[in-house]
């Protein structure tokens, strides 16, 4: 049990710039008594104690303002910052190393029996205001923005904005990245990276999407000009046809 409270501490020291003693982080942070309030009423809940684990979950929203159903399965080094507003619906599922913010709604989309709410991989960011509905799985690393609403699945990696949930980039070395996020001690918050330009997020995917066309068309263009090393005589029509129209237009 100390050792599971030695982590929380220190993943809040990682996570939290404005954390500057163990004592300040025992006494004024809700996001970790609530945490050691749903471990406890977890366990009540899985021996069976349904009412007592209920009630219990009932004193830790009055105390903290973060509502968590006993039934709720969390991982290690969960870290909920501020705090107010976050709802964990009963079938949620939450890896390691995953933050909130507040006003987070890990929530069903169903009244229907069985699993109805989120499950999140590790080292998720959900960032204030953000919902998750329904029972789809978001990836390992990924960063959920504010007030983001996601109802569909999220790959490995992926940073999400807007309403309704938009992917705008996905980040295949994500682990690398966020490990040197904390060494460098870069305050990653809200779920958006901190290099993300200040644009539209549907303007940041086009500029994407034209860069991976941009970059098509040269290796067509040197596929084309290789072929036509290789037998001139045989394509020269088709050879002759490959051009590159220019470099993609962008908006500022």
Known sequence: MFERLKEDIACVFERDPAARTTFEILTNYPGLHAILWHRLSHR??????????????????????????????IGRRFFIDHGMGVVIGETA????????????TLGGTSWQKGKRHPTLGNDVVVGAGAKILGPITIGNGARIGSNAVVVKPVPDGATVVGIPGRIINIDSDYKAHHKQVFKEKIFDAYGLPHEMPDIDPMQYAINNMLDDIELIEVKMQIICQ?????????????????QIRGKSKKSP
């Open 44 to 73: 009540l809940w899985q021996k069976n104690w349904k009412w007592l684990a209920r009630t219990l979950s009932t004193l830790a929203r009055w105390l903290t303002g973060i509502e968590i159903h006993p039934g709720a399965i």
């Open 93 to 104: 599922c939450i890896g390691e190393d995953c933050t909130l913010y507040h006003g987070v």
């Open 226 to 242: 290789t072929l036509k090393g290789l037998d001139s005589k045989k394509f020269p029509a088709e050879l002759e046809s490959c």
